[in-house]
């Protein structure tokens, strides 16, 4: 069953679009992450899902409630999901636990529960013996961590994160990321908005790459291949004309030469390489790599963007 | 609407009170001069000769200063407890949980409202029990309770503290900064406080029928307030629109 389903999702501030007919589906416990420069509307997507604002056409469902219907779909989905916004907002004068108490209640958790829950997240999330401290003194990774917390006091089936590492340095970024890690791990599902590409490669299932429109949605590996294609590059100690000669007796797709490494692009990668090394040995070309070219999530990304420029 | 959530973001509010003890105390500035210190210069008028006769109108004119603690009171929580979310971008995650609109919009108030009465009840028990401890010999009967008090304390008051707190949430969603909503929210006291000097120069008489009157037309205009402030705290509005 999938958890999110989005058909021809639009969100129109006045007369500029922020976000234009958006289709995809996110699976049940999938992690989904939504990639795009500054204002390509990652943030309204994530809040039209929330019902924290409307839409302006199309249709969206989350676990079968219809988004933007009634009050009453609307406070059923709010129940299942659980938000990390880009600003995080706790209450500064508040102590973590009063923090996540606070919002236990608002979720509905009988006593408890929310007792529970509190304890094994801020435990989970290493903040136990300072759950008394009011937040304003934690630091920045600290703060993250208890607006994660209070995303799951309620043990929600769905979550959102909006750029739940932007901001943070390498260590406690990598903190964040093992425990989205360990959310999908429990099963949960997740749909993520992030610049950072790394991370999307490291922590998503599939990517969508979003310009206002949706540009192209895959697996991570899948969006490279398809963007790409396969190369494969071989590096011999010296390029010259018998060489290319007997590469191109082979017709690859495409083929192109900078310094010493010979780029040809191929359909069946595995089953040409051999060809290929074979012939470069035999017109006398001394083989030093052969390698896959791998331009990774990041050229990936740019070329996609690119392109609509 | 919910009551119950309603509360739950009311009593958020009474323990950041507890924590933020400026905008605690902000409930009491006014009521504190007013109920203690009025009667002591009540009691210094009454040591001079021939204060008997306008006693009275100077004790009724002091009633209608509860008038304006009514609604200055909750002036300073109001603003705190939405500009403050604003500023801590707090109000996202808020509108994220099963709580709607309307909820989050009565807690706030109950919020105000609630501490804001009982400081005024209070103002006005201390002020009438000093008052009458130090005029009972000169006037011979005990000046309150009177029919005036009760209109202001059970009537009036409410009704004033009630658009003050609207007039708040409308300023709040104008404004960034707790101590600048908090000045322009004072503002509410402009018009009290015409009616006010009105009644010590003779010009107005706050007899209990203009009592009356003065509370239909607070009334009235609270509806329309009601329906202002409805149409601001929309999480549409809030999130789109609130800068
Ligand atoms: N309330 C609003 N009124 C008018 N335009 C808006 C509003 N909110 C967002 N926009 C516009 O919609 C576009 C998408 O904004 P959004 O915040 O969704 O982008 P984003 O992908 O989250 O960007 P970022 O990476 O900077 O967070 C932007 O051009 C923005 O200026
Ligand atoms: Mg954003």
Redesign the pocket.
């Known amino acids: 069953m999938s958890m999110i389903e989005v058909k021809n999702l639009s969100k129109k ?2 007369e ?1 679009t ?1 976000v234009d007919n958006l289709t995809f589906s996110v699976a049940e416990g999938e992690v989904f992450g939504l990639l ?10 994530i809040r039209m899902l929330c019902c924290l604002i409307s839409k302006t056409s199309g249709d969206a469902q989350i676990a079968g409630y219809q988004i933007g219907d009634d009050g009453t779909a609307s406070l059923a989905i709010r129940k299942l999901i659980g938000l990390v916004p ?1 600003n995080i907002g706790l209450y500064d004068e508040l102590s973590a636990y009063e923090n996540l108490d606070y919002y236990g209640k608002l979720y509905e958790c009988p006593e408890d529960v929310r007792k529970v829950n509190i304890e094994h997240f801020l435990t989970m999330m290493e903040l136990w013996d300072k759950k008394d401290q009011p937040v304003s003194n934690y630091s920045k990774g600290m703060r993250q961590k208890v607006a994660i917390a209070r995303a799951l006091i309620h043990d929600p089936k769905l979550l959102f994160f909006d ?1 739940p590492t932007a901001n943070l340095d390498p260590e406690s970024a990598r903190v964040v990321r093992d425990i989205i890690l360990q959310l999908k791990k429990e099963g949960k599902t997740i749909f993520i ?1 992030t ?1 950072n590409l790394a991370e999307a490669q490291r922590i998503c299932d599939r990517i969508g790459i979003l310009k206002t429109k949706l540009l192209t949605i895959n697996t991570p590996e899948e969006l490279e291949k398809t963007v790409w294609g396969s190369k494969t590059v071989i590096q011999v100690e010296e390029v010259n004309d018998q060489i290319l000669a007997a590469v191109r007796r082979y017709s690859p797709k495409d083929l192109s030469v900078e310094e010493n490494k010979i780029v040809l692009s191929l359909t069946d990668p595995q089953k040409e390489n051999p060809d290929f090394v074979q012939a470069i040995v035999d017109a006398g070309g001394r083989i030093q790599y052969v390698t896959q070219l791998n331009p990774g999530l990041e050229e990936t990304y740019l070329k996609v963007i690119e392109e609509t420029k | 609407m919910r009551l119950s959530k309603a509360w739950m973001v009311a009593s958020k509010d009474f323990k950041t009170f507890t924590k933020r003890k400026s905008i605690f105390y902000s409930i009491f500035y006014f009521e504190v001069i007013v109920s203690i210190g009025l009667p002591f210069v009540i009691r210094f008028v009454t040591s001079k000769p021939g204060a008997a006769a306008s006693l009275p109108i100077l004790l009724n004119a002091f009633s209608f200063l509860f008038v304006i603690g009514a609604a200055l009171a909750p002036v300073g929580i109001a603003s705190y407890s939405l500009v403050g979310e604003k500023v801590q971008k707090s109000l996202e995650p808020l509108l994220a949980t099963p709580t709607t609109d309307e909820e989050i919009l009565a807690g706030k108030s109950i919020a105000a409202f609630l501490p804001a009465i009982g400081a005024n009840f209070v103002g006005v028990l201390i002020f009438a029990t000093l008052v009458d401890l130090f005029t009972h010999n000169l006037l011979g009967y005990f000046y309150y309770p009177n029919w005036n008090i009760v209109i202001i304390v059970f009537l009036l008051g409410p009704l004033a503290c009630l658009l003050s707190v609207g007039y708040n949430v409308l300023i709040s969603s104008r404004s960034n900064d707790v101590r600048s909503a908090q000045q322009l929210g004072a503002l509410i006291m402009l018009p009290m406080g015409a009616v006010y000097v009105l009644s010590e120069t003779k010009v107005l008489d706050l007899t209990t029928t203009n009592l009356l009157i003065g509370a239909a037309i607070v009334a009235v205009i609270d509806v329309v307030v009601f329906f202002l402030v409805k149409a601001t705290f929309q999480r549409e509005e809030i999130l ?2 609130w800068k």
């Open positions: 501030f006045g500029f922020a795009g420069p500054n204002g390509a509307g990652k943030t309204t997507t880009d750029e908005n610049h | 789109t629109k």
